[in-house]
């Protein structure tokens, strides 16, 4: 079974800093995606960025980068020049391909504050 | 814009009563999801359903039972509500890939359902 871990259940940064969320997972699967979810005070989860397994580069969105390490099978977020609205829970997953329904394991979670 | 819509943001129930929790998507996704969020253990998979009338079980199925008659329309149902099934309830949909390349499908989540047994 795969399993995701967080390890840092919740951060405090200055606004314009930068943060980095740890994310290591578990699997024997060889081909699967990562993803980074928010979700902030409204409860809505929002997809920050996404990783293919067999894609070497690193994902970025604007401020949002990712450290993907296969062999170590870590997945860390990098939020540079962090803003207020960057204050949420970060949920790291991990999906595997071509088993069963497609579902998305979830870890734990990490509860960012953005302080001003 | 797409959207998932649960059926009851807040919701007080008491103890042995059976409970609904409605989900409707409107993006005609194959795959849907039941999640449950507790503080420290994240989100956990109840059920989930890749087909109308089709299901399996997740992680902690225990205490809930789903229903999917239409694609659109993924129900929770807890047959026998107990304080120990107060939590956020999230559903999900997601559409189903076919290939490595679309394997990054996003999930789409609802607003939760902030469940509260009495």
Redesign the interface.
Known sequence: AQT?T?SQ?EMSVQEAETVTLSCTYDTSES???L?WYKQPP????I?VI?Q?A?KQQNATENRFSVNFQKAAKSFSLKISDSQLGDTAMY?CAF?P?FQ??????????TRLTINP | DVKVTQSSRYLVKRTGEKVFLECVQDMDHENMFWYRQDPGLGLRLIYFSYDVKMKEKGDIPEGYSVSREKKERFSLILESASTNQTSMYLCASRKVYLSLREGGTEAFFGQGTRLTVV
């Open positions: 995701v967080q259940p081909n699967y995606y993803f409204s409860r809505q989860m997809l996404r293919e067999y949920f999906s391909l069963g329904a497609q579902k998305l394991v979830f870890g734990q979670g």
